[in-house]
């Protein structure tokens, strides 16, 4: 991947983008900043090596003062997430690498969550399937659909070693499409307390590939405008990431 590209990570996926670089809340602006950057580059949003957008836009996007901006910055760099680079094609660019936690980690990870693990669980498939009924009950706009299928295609085509980040591209694409923030928002929180769990799980290419028919499945049922059938796709989907997860602990 090109360390040139300019946050061509969050260019891509803008739907996931704005789910993301959404103005703070009211508070500690420093701190919502720097949730908001590491959801960014956990989520893949700028994936490592992009650049995040011109600092300009960029405080902007969030709602706080550029001073705010380049504090959250800093704080992220002396952390090891991003590097500054100055010159002509400068800028922030992602240097985070995803720990790789052994199995027993994750496994003692996983037991320490307990009822914590169950209510992600539960969370999530509320939220995914309820995105989904609810994009196939109102119907896509042809800009919708276009945007829809081309996350699918990107899923699709991804390589294993970038197919989470565009899983989730995917799945936060169909939530921001509903035209809810707040659901929107909910799901990436709870996509980067998943992606953390999966990350540390090796990707096989027949989990993948069944991944892929399930995607197909969510999308045509929501093309067709049948909520019902997103419904039992996206239930599906869901439940077999519950059980691997599960299986995991065993």
Same mark, same amino acid.
Request: hydrophobic share 50%; proline share 2%; net charge negative.
């Given at each position: 991947m090109s360390e040139g590209r300019a946050g061509s990570g969050a260019e891509s996926d803008e739907p996931v983008a704005d789910a993301v670089f959404r103005p703070v809340r009211a508070g500690n602006a420093f701190e919502e900043t720097v949730e908001r950057l590491l959801a960014a580059i956990k989520l893949?949003?700028?994936?490592?090596?992009?650049?995040?957008?011109?600092?300009?836009?960029?405080?902007?996007?969030l709602g706080v003062s550029r001073i705010t901006l380049r504090e959250a910055i800093?704080?992220?760099?002396?952390?090891?997430?991003?590097e500054s680079r100055r010159g002509r094609f400068g800028g922030t660019f992602v240097t985070y690498i995803p720990p790789r936690p052994s199995r027993d980690e994750v496994r003692r990870q996983l037991r320490a969550m307990g009822g914590e693990l169950e209510d992600l669980f539960t969370f999530r498939q509320v939220l995914e399937v309820g995105a989904a009924v609810r994009l196939a009950a109102a119907g896509l706009t042809p800009g919708q659909e276009q945007t829809l299928? %081309?996350? &699918? $295609? =990107?899923?699709?085509?991804?390589?294993i070693d970038d197919y989470r980040r565009r899983d989730t591209a995917f799945?936060?694409?169909?939530?921001?499409?509903?035209?809810?923030?707040?659901?929107? %928002?909910? &799901? $990436? =929180?709870?996509?980067?307390k998943l992606n953390e769990l999966l990350d540390a799980m090796p990707m096989l290419a027949k989990n993948l590939e069944h991944s892929r028919v399930?995607?197909?499945?969510?999308?045509?049922?929501?093309?067709?405008?049948?909520?019902e059938a997103a419904r039992t796709a996206v239930t599906e989907h869901v439940d077999g990431t519950?059980?691997?997860?599960?299986?995991?602990l065993g």
């Open positions: 893949g949003v700028v994936a490592r090596g992009e650049r995040f957008p011109a600092e300009r836009d960029l405080a902007v996007r800093r704080a992220l760099q002396e952390s090891g997430y991003v299928l %081309a996350r &699918l $295609a =990107e899923a699709d085509d991804a390589t799945h936060l694409t169909i939530a921001e499409l509903t035209g809810s923030a707040s659901l929107t %928002a909910a &799901l $990436a =929180e709870t996509r980067m399930q995607h197909i499945a969510i999308v045509d049922a929501i093309r067709d405008r049948d909520p519950t059980a691997l997860l599960r299986a995991f």
